[in-house]
């Protein structure tokens, strides 16, 4: 880790890019206490950004210009441009220094109201013990906010790693995501692979592709493994950070999955494709005090916190002309009429305004409980990851479309409705991305969709034979597919020139050839 992110300092983003400073209100320490539940932040809070990279302290010190932020990470070079942006913008209010999250002798003294752990917890060689050390770094009524992976959705980023390591396209070499871009690039335009390359932000730049695709350590957790880990830390989701449509108490109501866990309907939603980002949750530790619901009140940055000419003058503008916050959780912009604003400076917290988050109180928490276990779970996923051998085999390219079709099924003790009865509840919900240009393999329900008999012959079969490698299957046509990769290899050149074996090319095959069948023909060797 500290090799890549010290050679790819990430993310990737011009020096004097600047950010307004009413847009980063959700990282806002009253804002994110108000909904934690943890009621009225210090006025001076103690800010941690674990693992900060080169952009977030300046977002931190952003939203929150009377805090005292720390900011650390394992690369240098990654602190070095932070420390350089924070400087060319004038922020006074973040100190750096390095920090290796495995090993808590080089955190920071002292405990934190926030602490911030983006994307980085998930590079940890223990990410539990890594959570339990951070939830020991919270003051009372602190709130950790915790991105990881969804192991779901992220599914193509998995699989786009996978083709990079086949390839022997690595992080190492300067030229390599430049070439793998390229190469990526000709796969056919309705390639799911491609597709989720080109539609990920981060592609356009080669530090975003080290970060994503030539990563050396990434994973991802599923719902319950993520419920599990912050029950194991001693901690408790208090906040989602995810649009409306994720929300774990929303979607309980919405798919009749009303007596479940916060966990089980946030992997359901994930393994449906339907979550549309990152997990990302704000925690408390277990010996917090009990939750506050607080009276309604202007956001700070709007009401008190108003300090700064730069920022007085915003307000002013916001408050003659109006204008539009991006929001993270909201999902949509939220659009600010001049009055709205004008009520907001004068201490007014109107209720038109209590949805878009410019207005802390009310109630944040989730009826739902907040995990419990699904002991099925490891066996499933190893099935899923599987390689399924027979004339008519589960696709491995679509191997996580699948676990969809098949989880009610194969995991009665779930009580989950069959197949059409999921899509029946999903229909009002779901967004099939399919037809833009990819015909399907974007989502399950969008793949169902189109492949619904053959899809219910599949789950109609009795179980299929497994292979445990490439080694042990053949293709049909097998040696004529082998070229036929050879070719594709050859013919852009970018590939790096290393010998791959047949299990190698037959897995590249099924990758990089095989996005226009559902099933393929995958006999025992
Ligand atoms: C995906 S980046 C996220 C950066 C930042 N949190 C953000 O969201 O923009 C992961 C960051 O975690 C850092 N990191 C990885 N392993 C780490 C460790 N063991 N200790 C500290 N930082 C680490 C990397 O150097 C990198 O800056």
Request: proline fraction near 8%; hydrophobic fraction near 40%; charged fraction near 20%.
């Amino acid at each position: 880790m500290r090799a890549q992110y010290g050679a790819w300092p990430y993310p990737h983003v011009p020096l004097l890019a600047t950010l307004p400073s009413t847009h980063p209100f959700e990282l806002h320490a009253s804002w994110l206490w108000d909904r934690a539940g943890s009621g009225p932040a210090p006025t001076k809070p103690r800010v941690w950004i674990a693992g900060c990279g080169t952009f977030r302290p300046y977002t931190f010190a952003v939203a929150n210009p009377h805090a005292e932020i720390v900011a650390g990470d394992l690369s240098e070079p990654s602190l070095a441009v932070a420390r350089r942006r924070c400087t060319v913008h004038g922020v006074r209010n973040v100190a750096f220094a390095p920090l290796d999250l495995d090993d808590p002798s080089t955190w920071p003294e002292g405990r934190f109201d926030v602490i911030e752990c983006y994307g980085a917890l998930t590079n940890c060689a223990d990410p539990l013990a890594t959570l339990r050390s951070l939830r020991a770094r919270l003051t009372p009524g602190g709130v950790l906010r915790l991105m990881v992976y969804p192991h779901w959705s992220r599914q193509r980023v998995f699989q786009l790693q996978r083709v990079a390591r086949l390839l022997g396209f690595t992080a190492a070499e300067r030229s390599h995501p430049a070439r793998f871009r390229a190469f990526v690039k000709r796969l056919p335009a309705a390639h799911p692979l491609r597709y989720a390359f080109t539609t990920y932000a981060d592609s356009r730049n080669d530090t975003g592709v080290v970060d994503a695709f030539l990563h050396g350590g990434d994973r991802g957790f599923t719902g319950w493994q993520l419920g599990a880990l912050l029950r194991d830390a001693d901690m408790t989701p208090a906040f989602w950070f995810h649009r409306p449509w994720a929300q774990p108490d929303a979607m309980s109501e919405r798919l009749s999955l009303r007596d479940r866990s916060q966990s089980e309907v946030l992997a359901y939603l994930d393994l449906w494709q339907e979550l549309r980002g990152n997990f990302v949750v704000l925690a408390r530790a277990n010996d917090a005090p009990p939750r506050i619901v607080q009276e309604p009140t202007p956001h700070p940055r709007f009401y008190g916190d108003d300090d700064g000419l730069r920022h007085r003058l915003r307000l002013l503008r916001l408050g003659l002309v109006g204008g539009t916050l991006p929001s993270r959780t909201g999902y949509a912009a939220v659009k600010l009429a001049a009055a709205d604003v004008r009520a907001l400076r004068a201490g007014d917290a109107p209720e038109r305004l209590r949805a878009s988050g410019l207005v802390l109180g009310g109630d944040h928490g989730s009826r739902l409980p907040t995990h419990a276990d699904w002991p099925g779970e490891p066996a499933f996923l190893a099935h899923a990851a599987g390689l399924r051998t027979g004339r008519r085999a589960p696709n491995p390219l679509y191997a996580h479309l699948f676990a969809a079709f098949e989880l009610a099924q194969r995991c009665p003790e779930l009580r989950l409705p069959d197949l059409d009865g999921q899509m029946g509840r999903w229909l009002p919900w779901a967004d099939p991305l399919e037809g833009r240009p990819v015909r399907f393999g974007l989502t399950p329900y969008g793949t169902l969709q189109r492949f619904r008999q053959s899809v219910a012959d599949h789950l109609a079969r009795a179980d299929l034979g497994a292979a445990a490698s490439y080694a042990d299957v053949r293709l049909r046509d097998d040696a004529a597919t082998l070229q036929r990769v050879r070719s594709l290899l050859a013919a852009g050149g970018e590939a790096p020139a290393i010998a791959r074996d047949d299990a190698t090319l037959r897995e590249l095959a099924v990758l990089l050839l095989g996005h226009d069948t559902l099933f393929l023909s995958l006999t025992p060797a």
